[in-house]
């Protein structure tokens, strides 16, 4: 094995480090330039005196990824030990009725850059969908890679597809077994959801919005509901099993409104209770006049880097302002923002300030985030990435 790198921070992060919090960036490193995307680093504090260990990520803003906090190798044996410690989480709190699950959830779970979903098929097949996070997770694998695919075989599952990040421009690769292609169906909490494993978002859905969507389900009954950037349909179905008049599905992908339409389809709703419209939402907003009792709004991150916060929060802004003016007075928002550099608080800004620029008085029933798959670490905000609110308007 390659000989670790050691590396010296430049800044004051010791204590935050040790505190949990699993990145070092790279201008908090002396001489970062010598960093090789997947080489193991020893990280020295400003004193030279070696204290943790970590994966060079091979980023502009991330030096290294902490596995361990002491100066010990980074093996197949560290990696298997923190993924069946994982896997022991999800094993005691699994919900009925659910057959798709995050069974390791990257830093959250001592697995920087390391996401493991799980997919029940309805067909019969127990797929596992790993998703690498930068070239330094990528690489990292490759050492580990015979240790993860012998743990997940172990424990039953019959195929395994590996995705890197979209922007390494790799398409996914067959681990082992057989992972179907095109549309396959899995459950969450009863309810039929269907997504494609191989050319789908993420690891082919969004398993982190499992409560939202069973939250809408309970909010839906006898309510006009408007779902904003849809993809594959899931809060629409959950509205429409919960008793929706009609659903309004909106996402910018034809293919995204078909899936939702397959959605529907495969939870015996009456095609006659939904809409699916391939158009940009908030064109859509401009021009479309009907009110809602129930509108969700989900849409991709406005922030994927820090530099566009600005540019986000008057997007978030925005978009709740038009939802606001799309609402009778008693209707309901689920409101929720995937982009990590936008803070709760900044976020639950937005709609006050929405509020006010629209004139509509909003009550806050709800503010949640990611289920408990999804865990952060305590000393890690930017773990705590997604959040959700469920508001209402008074008049």
């Known amino acids: 094995m390659t000989a670790p790198v050691p590396m010296k921070l430049r800044k004051a992060l010791e204590r935050t480090l040790k505190a949990g919090h699993p990145w070092v960036y790279r201008d908090a490193l002396e001489r970062p330039e010598q960093l090789e995307a997947g080489a193991e680093v020893v990280i020295h504090d400003r004193r030279g005196r ?17 596995w361990r906090l002491r100066d010990a190798p980074l093996d197949a044996e560290l990696v ?3 993924l069946r410690r994982a896997l022991g989480l999800r094993a005691a709190l699994r919900p009925p009725e659910t057959t798709a699950l995050r069974l390791v959830h990257g830093e959250g779970d001592g697995c920087p850059g390391f996401v493991i979903d799980e997919y029940g098929l309805e067909s019969g097949e127990r797929i596992a969908v790993l998703r690498l996070d930068g070239e330094g997770a990528a690489r990292f694998y490759e050492r580990v890679q015979d240790t993860v695919r012998d743990l997940l075989r172990d424990q039953g599952f019959t195929g395994l597809l590996e995705r890197r990040d979209r922007r390494s421009g790799q398409g996914p690769v067959l681990g082992f077994g057989e992972v179907p292609r095109g549309r396959v169906r899995v459950r969450e909490h009863g309810m039929t959801l269907v997504g494609d494993l191989w050319e789908g978002q993420k690891t082919g859905l969004f398993l982190d919005h499992r409560e939202s969507r069973r939250r809408v389900r309970e909010l839906a009954r006898g309510r006009r509901v408007l779902n904003l950037y849809s993809y594959t349909g899931g809060f629409s ?26 959605t529907w389809e495969a939870n015996g709703l009456d095609p006659a ?8 939402a908030r064109d859509f907003l401009r021009i479309d006049k009907e009110r809602y009792e129930l509108v969700v709004s989900d849409p991709p991150s406005f922030a994927p880097r820090e530099s566009a916060l600005e540019s986000a929060i008057a997007a978030y802004e925005g978009l709740h302002a038009q939802c606001l003016d799309r609402l009778v007075p008693g209707g309901m928002l689920l ?11 900044t976020f639950h800004d937005t709609l006050a300030k929405a509020s006010a620029a629209t004139g509509r008085r ?22 705590d990435y997604l959040k959700v609110v469920v508001a209402r308007v008074l008049d």
């Open 362 to 383: 909003v009550q806050i029933l709800e503010r949640t985030g990611a289920p408990f798959d999804h865990p952060r670490l305590a000393a890690f905000p930017e773990g």
């Open 50 to 66: 070696p204290f943790a260990r970590g994966i060079a990520d091979g980023g502009d803003a991330i030096g290294v990824r902490i």
């Open 273 to 280: 209770r939904h809409r699916g419209l391939a158009e940009d």
């Open 335 to 345: 409101a929720a923002s995937c982009s990590s550099h936008v803070d709760a608080n």
């Open 80 to 82: 298997e030990r923190r």
């Open 237 to 262: 179905v959950g509205a429409g099993l919960g008793g929706a008049s009609v659903v309004t599905s909106v996402d910018i992908a034809p293919e995204a409104i078909a899936l939702a339409d397959a």
